[in-house]
């Protein structure tokens, strides 16, 4: 009894005792930090997970360490400015779809994003070893993935870093495609190269269809994907927005996680 009401505690305190944790790291702009409704969720998605766990970081703020997953780790604009709040990501789809194929392993995540950001002007890790030369996002990601990672290893987890998710793109519409491409591409390797994992798993999600106004952002995130064997694509088909031109709603966003899962089981093949 006293070892049940121990881990309980443990596992309200948002993290569970010492395991081995699957790491998955996400990251881009408003569509990643999410804006499903919470409140459309069925019941036993709104519960905190028994066995995964999240690390979430944002300018506005953070989680303030690992914390047991649940619905609302993200910041939307006019909304509270404390967590949980009310909406959500993928990570609610994915994390579900991932534990459906393997339910013994333990997940871990890793979550940094802003609404709003440019692959350009906020996430381009300027030149190698120099991190002056880095935008505020990618410097912050690095940032957080080194403090959650050492925040699992004071607490005698251990954790295999498995792939990366990235869904950004919407503030880009002018963009080329070449140029938009260039840029993620470019992006994709510089992370692997700082998180010193030269074939990590990367899947990028295609942004919500504007009518048109974005084919050039969302012809360039598919090239990116076709021209590599360890990228991994999200097809947008099929979702739908709450707010009809960019943000996916929460049925979309679960589909969205879902779909994540499955590429990124492909790639781990």
Do not use: C
């Amino acid at each position: 009894m006293y070892k049940l009401i121990f881990t309980l505690m443990l596992a309200l305190s948002g993290i569970l005792p010492a395991a081995h944790y699957d790491l998955y790291i996400l990251a881009g702009q408003s569509n990643m930090d999410g804006r499903g409704d919470v409140s459309k969720l069925p019941n036993k998605l709104r519960k905190k997970s028994e066995h995964h766990i999240i690390f979430y970081r944002n300018p506005i703020g953070s989680s303030n360490g690992w914390k047991a997953l649940e619905p609302g780790y993200s910041f939307a604009p006019k909304k509270e400015k404390t967590l949980p709040s009310s909406t959500f990501g993928p990570e609610i789809g994915f994390v579900q779809a991932m534990h459906k194929a393997k339910p013994t392993q333990k997940i871990a995540l890793i979550k940094g994003s802003r609404g709003g950001t440019g692959i350009r002007r906020d996430w381009a890790p300027g030149e190698l070893d120099k991190p002056e030369t880095q935008k505020e996002l990618y410097t912050m990601l690095l940032e957080t993935v080194r403090l959650a990672t050492k925040a699992l290893e004071r607490e005698k987890h251990t954790y295999t870093l498995k792939g990366f998710l990235w869904h950004q793109g919407e503030s880009d519409k002018k963009l080329s495609s070449q140029t938009y491409q260039k840029l993620l591409e470019v992006l994709i390797q510089r992370f692997r190269e700082d998180l010193k994992s030269p074939e990590l798993p990367f899947v990028v999600g295609e942004v919500f269809d504007n009518n048109g106004k974005r084919d050039k952002t969302r012809a360039a995130i598919q090239a990116t994907a076709a021209a590599s064997e360890t990228v991994g694509l999200v097809s947008s088909e099929g979702t739908t927005a709450w707010d009809k031109t960019t943000h996916f709603d929460a049925e979309s966003q679960l589909l969205l996680g879902e779909r994540y899962a499955d590429e990124i089981k492909k790639l781990l093949k």
